[in-house]
């Protein structure tokens, strides 16, 4: 049963600080997407990567947020320095980008972080 | 704009009909979207409708589509405890590549 995968799962963290959040795509699947969630905005994508090369990153705070993928089976989303506003769950989710229905993407269970 | 429209709570009995409403924008989307998803889990897609289609119905579920009023419904025959979660419409826009744009969300809760 091929799942995303995100780590850590929870980050409580103090403002200033660097946080590191990991995604491992599906196998096979060429596109990542990195998703911020929070009860006041909604869900708004953060960056896509298609072929390990970043497609959209225009939702991202260019400042302080930074994602990269070194390798097809590694996503990462950097914050730095993390501020209590950065407090949401972030989602990574993978797919296939062929204009399809198998454009479907599947998302990973998320990373809840909280900036005290 | 982009936006996709939802309205963001709705509450039914157990083994009535839930009908969750949406309106999207672009009107060449080629695939419309319905994502399930259930407290503390990422989205899960539900089912999808292609463009050339007015409706689909897969079990419990039924999409209709309206593409004159660019109006997206999906209807959840007897509703179960277990259908409560946040139910996302999403459309898919043409930028630089098919982008999916994601609603704000529909949380269903399922009165017992």
């Known amino acids: 049963d091929a799942r995303v995968t995100q780590t850590p799962r929870h980050k409580v963290t103090e403002m200033g600080q660097e946080v590191t959040m990991r995604c491992q795509p599906i196998?096979?699947?060429?596109?990542v997407f990195w998703y911020r969630q929070t009860m006041m905005q909604g869900l708004e994508l953060l960056a896509y990567?298609?072929?390990?090369?970043?497609?959209?990153d225009s939702g991202m705070p260019k400042d302080r947020f930074s994602a990269e993928m070194p390798d097809a089976t590694l996503a990462t989303l950097k914050i730095q320095p993390s501020e209590p506003r950065d407090s949401a769950v972030y989602f990574c989710?993978?797919?296939?980008?062929?204009?399809?229905?198998?454009?479907?993407?599947?998302f990973g269970p998320g990373t809840r972080l909280t900036v005290l | 704009g982009e936006d996709v429209e939802q309205s963001l709570f709705l509450s039914v009995r157990e083994g009535d009909s839930s009908v969750i409403n949406c309106t999207y924008t672009?009107?060449?989307?080629?695939?419309l979207y319905w994502y399930k998803q259930e407290p503390g889990a990422g989205l899960q897609l539900l089912t999808y409708?292609?463009?050339?289609?007015d409706m689909k119905q897969d079990q419990r579920l039924t999409v209709l589509l309206n593409k004159k009023d660019k109006h997206l419904s999906l209807r959840i025959a007897d509703t179960q405890t277990g259908d409560s979660a946040i139910y996302f419409c999403?459309?898919?826009?043409?930028?630089?590549?098919?982008?999916?744009?994601f609603g704000p969300g529909t949380s269903l809760s399922v009165i017992p």
């Open positions: 989710a993978s797919g296939l980008a062929s204009g399809g229905p198998s454009d479907t993407q599947y």
């Open positions: 999403a459309e898919i826009v043409k930028t630089s590549y098919d982008k999916v744009i």
């Open positions: 196998l096979g699947h060429n596109t």
């Open positions: 409708i292609f463009s050339n289609m």
């Open positions: 990567f298609r072929n390990r090369a970043p497609l959209d």
């Open positions: 672009d009107s060449s989307s080629t695939y």
